[in-house]
């Protein structure tokens, strides 16, 4: 069974910079791919971008350019570092993890990042 733990959200004003964490454990197998959903209030859950085992990127478009995913494969860990932030990107940020070889989605639980002055 995999388990995630995310980490990193926070207030920030306009402009600034957070990076959000998201650990996995148990048996996640060695070909797994990463990605950070985000839900703002009263809409859909939205890819924000994703990473697979093979470090290949792909990004929303809203996000290009301001936000970097990586991934630390021994520390089994996903990053999503976010540049030049705007009120727009406030939502719950989710991690997803999945992998087909070894028959898993899973989701963690959620880090709120808000953007205000």
């Known amino acids: 069974q995999v388990q995630l733990v995310e980490s990193g959200g926070g207030l920030v004003q306009p402009g600034g910079s957070l990076r959000l964490s998201c650990v996995a454990s148990?048996?996640?197998?060695?070909?797994?791919?990463m990605a950070w959903y985000r839900q703002a209030p009263g809409k859909q859950r939205e890819l924000v971008a994703s990473?697979?085992?093979?470090?290949?990127?792909n990004y929303d478009d809203s996000v290009r350019g301001r936000f970097t995913i990586s991934r630390a494969n021994a520390k089994n860990t996903v990053y999503l570092q976010m540049n030049s932030l705007k009120p727009e990107d406030t939502a719950v940020y989710f991690c997803?993890?999945?992998?087909?070889?070894?028959?898993?989605?899973?989701w963690g639980q959620g880090t709120q990042v808000t953007v205000s002055s």
């Open positions: 997803n993890v999945w992998s087909v070889a070894s028959a898993y989605d899973v």
């Open positions: 148990g048996s996640i197998g060695n070909f797994y791919n």
């Open positions: 990473i697979t085992s093979r470090g290949t990127t």
